[in-house]
């Protein structure tokens, strides 16, 4: 279990994360949704020990994190949204370099290697230096190297940015596969498609503030589970409702331009913080 | 075990870079051996002047070695390719890393000025290397890895490296007994030259090289700026809040 007690970041006057207090529960697969600048990758970064808080804690398992808790760290491993890789290594050494960090046994580090590389088609690029890797080469590395330390924590900040929508599919289905032998993974997205489809909690942030914290269904629900778009003076308004039939009645009794559909965790957001996800 | 890791991880970029490493280690030493020791042929309290320089460089060639070994290389890796973050996050003992950092440093020291004394042993000068000139090489190879250790912690982009090596290891270089004796400087500065790591392994290696004793003091200034400036790198990477 990973606690966040009012953990806040400052960086000279900006406060990039502002009084987080968070709970992620073994085994969950938890989503930190928000817009670029809401404070996901500063929180990931402090839960990594990469940035250290400028006040509250994060505790592992009951154990506070720090730089120097080495067996809170060993449950850890974490994909960064940037490749944060030796470019003039090839994806062995990557790998090994990876699990001598965590003290593995060499005979593992290559079991493992052949395993995850063979898994994600990377094997036949495996003396390949990182520096010559495609964009998609090196993100799926970066997950190989991740898995290589097997860990009970998973961090993943934008996994899947930049990547098509068939990559895409593709990641999910891996992460779901990896979730279900009960790791925690924690995730940082602006997809919302993406948040919706893997994550059994997401806390909405804005502005390093959290603004909302449940399930996706759970928030969908208490907005409303249907949405009519309506047209009004060339400006686009959303009503939500409970009840289909009373977004069809609003629908047909409608003069504008307007419009039925299931409403998504982006009008969540949107309601909550009045601002746009995608942004 | 971390500082195996290190050792490794340092272990496969030299092998990669092997002839990079080992002819950007060779050059400038090289060129200021023939251009001082060999093109301008003077001589020195009646010794040749080869005989004063060849020390010198040689403790030289382990201050580059070590520096760039490391403030280049980590700098990039913590700026620009987020490298370090992959040991932040991994249950290495953060000192262990530092320590790992500084031997590897040392010893890419102690291979360039290996270079420069194999390339010396066509000029006969029977000058003495024993260990304890090893052990001052290595020692000081292991200064100049904690300080560009704190540099390239220092640093706020990847390009401050080589300004480093502007400000600090060149006039070192040039000024701390390398090329001349710090005797020959005015008082107040040559204090303050004499107490730069350079000045006092170059001193040393040289009085061994004559066949006298390095003395006790020179040891004291270089396990001083080891301790400080490994202390400050233990401190960055454990306390700095934004590494």
Same mark, same amino acid.
């Given at each position: 279990?990973?606690?966040?007690?009012?953990?806040?970041?400052?960086?000279?006057?900006?406060?990039?994360?502002?009084?987080?207090?968070?709970?992620?529960?073994?085994?969950?697969?938890?989503?930190?949704?928000?817009?670029?600048?809401?404070?996901?990758?500063?929180?990931?970064?402090?839960?990594?020990?990469?940035?250290?808080?400028?006040?509250?804690?994060?505790?592992?398992?009951?154990?506070?994190?720090?730089?120097?808790?080495?067996?809170?760290?060993?449950?850890?491993?974490?994909?960064?949204?940037?490749?944060?890789?030796?470019? *003039?290594?090839?994806?062995?050494?990557?790998?090994?370099?990876?699990?001598?960090?965590?003290?593995?046994?060499?005979?593992?580090?290559?079991?493992?290697?052949?395993?995850?590389?063979?898994?994600?088609?990377?094997? *036949?690029?495996?003396?390949?230096?990182?520096?010559?890797?495609?964009?998609?080469?090196?993100?799926?590395?970066?997950?190989?190297?991740?898995?290589?330390?097997?860990?009970?924590?998973?961090?993943?900040?934008?996994?899947?940015?930049?990547?098509?929508?068939?990559?895409?599919?593709?990641?999910?289905?891996?992460?779901?596969?990896?979730?279900?032998?009960?790791?925690?993974?924690?995730?940082?997205?602006?997809?919302?498609?993406?948040?919706?489809?893997?994550?059994?909690?997401?806390?909405?942030?804005?502005?390093?503030?959290?603004?909302?914290?449940?399930?996706?269904?759970?928030?969908? *629900?208490?907005?409303?589970?249907?949405?009519?778009?309506?047209?009004?003076?060339?400006?686009?308004?959303?009503?939500?409702?409970?009840?289909?039939?009373?977004?069809?009645?609003?629908?047909?009794?409608?003069?504008?331009?307007?419009?039925?559909?299931?409403?998504?965790?982006?009008?969540?957001?949107?309601?909550?913080?009045?601002?746009?996800?995608?942004? | 075990?971390?500082?195996?890791?290190?050792?490794?991880?340092?272990?496969?970029?030299?092998?990669?870079?092997?002839?990079?490493?080992?002819?950007?280690?060779?050059?400038?030493?090289?060129?200021?051996?023939?251009?001082?020791?060999?093109?301008?042929?003077?001589?020195?309290?009646?010794?040749?002047?080869?005989?004063?320089?060849?020390?010198?460089?040689?403790?030289?060639?382990?201050?580059?070695?070590?520096?760039?070994?490391?403030?280049?290389?980590?700098?990039?890796?913590?700026?620009?390719?987020?490298?370090?973050?992959?040991?932040?996050?991994?249950?290495?003992?953060?000192?262990?890393?530092?320590?790992?950092?500084?031997?590897?440093?040392?010893?890419?020291?102690?291979?360039?000025?290996?270079?420069?004394?194999?390339?010396?042993?066509?000029?006969?000068?029977?000058?003495?290397?024993?260990?304890?000139?090893?052990?001052?090489?290595?020692?000081?190879?292991?200064?100049?890895?904690?300080?560009?250790?704190?540099?390239?912690?220092?640093?706020?982009?990847?390009?401050?490296?080589?300004?480093?090596?502007?400000?600090?290891?060149?006039?070192?270089?040039?000024?701390?007994?390398?090329?001349?004796?710090?005797?020959?400087?005015?008082?107040?500065?040559?204090?303050?030259?004499?107490?730069?790591?350079?000045?006092?392994?170059?001193?040393?290696?040289?009085?061994?090289?004559?066949?006298?004793?390095?003395?006790?003091?020179?040891?004291?200034?270089?396990?001083?700026?080891?301790?400080?400036?490994?202390?400050?790198?233990?401190?960055?990477?454990?306390?700095?809040?934004?590494?």
């Amino acid at each position: 279990m990973i606690e966040i007690r009012g953990i806040t970041k400052k960086f000279g006057d900006f406060t990039a994360v502002d009084d987080l207090n968070l709970t992620v529960n073994t085994g969950e697969f938890f989503g930190l949704l928000g817009p670029n600048g809401a404070g996901k990758t500063t929180t990931i970064s402090m839960i990594s020990t990469v940035l250290l808080p400028t006040a509250g804690q994060i505790l592992i398992d009951g154990n506070i994190l720090d730089r120097k808790a080495a067996k809170e760290k060993r449950k850890l491993s974490v994909i960064t949204q940037e490749y944060s890789m030796r470019q *003039d290594m090839t994806m062995d050494e990557v790998m090994e370099y990876q699990g001598r960090l965590y003290f593995l046994p060499r005979r593992v580090i290559k079991e493992r290697s052949d395993r995850l590389l063979e898994f994600t088609g990377l094997i *036949d690029f495996r003396k390949r230096t990182v520096r010559h890797l495609s964009g998609g080469m090196k993100r799926k590395l970066m997950i190989c190297r991740a898995l290589m330390t097997e860990p009970e924590i998973l961090l993943l900040d934008e996994p899947t940015a930049g990547m098509d929508a068939l990559s895409r599919r593709q990641m999910w289905n891996l992460l779901r596969s990896v979730n279900s032998g009960s790791m925690t993974i924690i995730l940082t997205t602006h997809y919302i498609e993406e948040a919706e489809a893997l994550c059994d909690r997401v806390a909405l942030l804005n502005r390093g503030r959290l603004q909302k914290l449940d399930s996706p269904k759970t928030l969908i *629900d208490e907005l409303g589970m249907f949405a009519v778009d309506e047209m009004r003076d060339g400006k686009l308004e959303t009503r939500y409702f409970h009840e289909r039939e009373k977004a069809i009645a609003f629908l047909s009794e409608s003069h504008e331009q307007a419009s039925l559909r299931a409403t998504t965790l982006e009008d969540v957001f949107i309601e909550v913080a009045g601002a746009k996800i995608n942004k | 075990m971390g500082i195996i890791t290190v050792l490794w991880e340092k272990w496969t970029e030299f092998k990669r870079d092997f002839y990079k490493i080992t002819v950007s280690a060779m050059i400038s030493p090289l060129m200021y051996l023939i251009i001082f020791g060999l093109g301008i042929q003077t001589t020195s309290h009646g010794e040749p002047y080869l005989h004063f320089l060849i020390p010198g460089i040689v403790a030289m060639a382990t201050m580059t070695g070590s520096f760039s070994a490391i403030a280049q290389n980590m700098s990039v890796q913590r700026l620009y390719e987020k490298a370090l973050d992959q040991v932040m996050v991994s249950p290495t003992p953060l000192w262990q890393f530092i320590t790992g950092q500084i031997l590897g440093g040392s010893l890419r020291g102690m291979y360039a000025a290996g270079i420069i004394l194999l390339l010396t042993r066509a000029i006969r000068t029977d000058l003495i290397f024993n260990g304890w000139s090893f052990l001052i090489m290595f020692l000081n190879g292991t200064v100049f890895s904690t300080i560009a250790l704190v540099l390239s912690f220092l640093a706020k982009s990847y390009t401050d490296a080589p300004r480093y090596t502007s400000y600090i290891i060149m006039p070192m270089s040039f000024l701390c007994n390398t090329f001349f004796s710090t005797d020959q400087m005015p008082g107040g500065f040559r204090q303050v030259v004499s107490c730069l790591p350079l000045s006092q392994a170059s001193g040393m290696i040289r009085a061994i090289s004559n066949g006298e004793s390095p003395g006790v003091f020179g040891f004291v200034i270089l396990l001083i700026y080891l301790a400080v400036f490994t202390a400050l790198s233990v401190l960055f990477i454990y306390r700095k809040k934004n590494l």
